[in-house]
């Protein structure tokens, strides 16, 4: 169960990257500012899930 927790954690952590990257990228070349509101809205939405699968990790190993 440790190392279902610590793959979720990583993919989460790629996946909230990826959205970062994407979402500045939309943002600094201006080409829609609602995809750039989007994409940050789900940024906050994978930081969520990651911090539930970091803690779920603590829990599972502590």
């Known amino acids: 169960m440790q190392a279902v927790f610590y793959y979720l954690t990583t993919l989460a952590c790629i996946a909230v990257l ?27 939405g994978l930081q969520f899930l990651a911090l539930l699968f970091i803690l779920g990790f603590v829990l599972v190993r502590g």
């Open 18 to 44: 990826a959205v970062l990257c994407m979402g500045l990228y939309s943002l600094l070349t201006r080409k829609s500012p609602n995809l750039s509101q989007k994409l940050m809205r789900w940024r906050v």
